[in-house]
């Protein structure tokens, strides 16, 4: 038995090439990483300035221009990891008076959850923290 070669008409191999890069450009696409790379809390009115900003070696607080610097080991930045990825972002309503917030009878406070390729925010009034959040909130040392 003898084979014939396949012919391919030449309009038909410009679409194989086309689909073949597609294909292979789709297989190297690098994988999405939901990695935590940093987190931001923010809490201020006129009177009270809160930041704290935790990156995988450390947590900076500045609390009314007072600055503290805490590093962190491995574990316990796994921790906060952890934590994050155990909150249901959806099921937290962002809740914050603005009224309030606008003469200063509340402290508004603004999470930011940053990983490699997507930030979570969250806003709240600082002494009122969604239950999911506690958590994370006392690991990160929001109040001292």
Same mark, same amino acid.
């Given at each position: 038995?003898?084979? =014939?070669? *396949? ?11 086309? !689909? ?19 987190? =931001?809390?923010?809490? &201020? ?12 070696? &450390?947590?900076?607080?500045?609390? @009314? ?10 574990? +316990? ?7 994050? @990825? ?24 603004? *999470? ?7 930030? =979570?925010? !969250? ?17 990160? &040392? !929001?109040? +001292?």
């Amino acid at each position: 038995m003898h084979l =014939q070669p *396949l012919f391919i008409p030449n309009h038909m191999k410009n679409h194989l090439l086309f !689909v073949a890069l597609t294909i292979i450009f789709l297989a190297c696409k690098p994988e999405q990483s939901d990695r935590l790379t940093a987190i =931001q809390y923010k809490a &201020q009115t006129r009177g009270y300035s809160l930041t704290i900003e935790i990156n995988p070696t &450390q947590i900076l607080r500045i609390e @009314n221009e007072k600055k503290t610097i805490i590093n962190l080991t491995k574990t +316990q930045w796994e921790s906060i990891e952890t934590s994050i @990825n155990a909150i249901d972002f959806s099921t937290i309503q962002n809740k914050l008076d603005k009224e309030l917030a606008a003469v200063d009878r509340v402290i508004p406070a603004q *999470l930011t959850i940053i990983k490699e390729d997507k930030t =979570q925010l !969250v806003e709240f009034t600082h002494n009122a923290t969604p239950s999911q959040l506690k958590p994370l909130l006392e690991l990160i &040392q !929001v109040q +001292q």
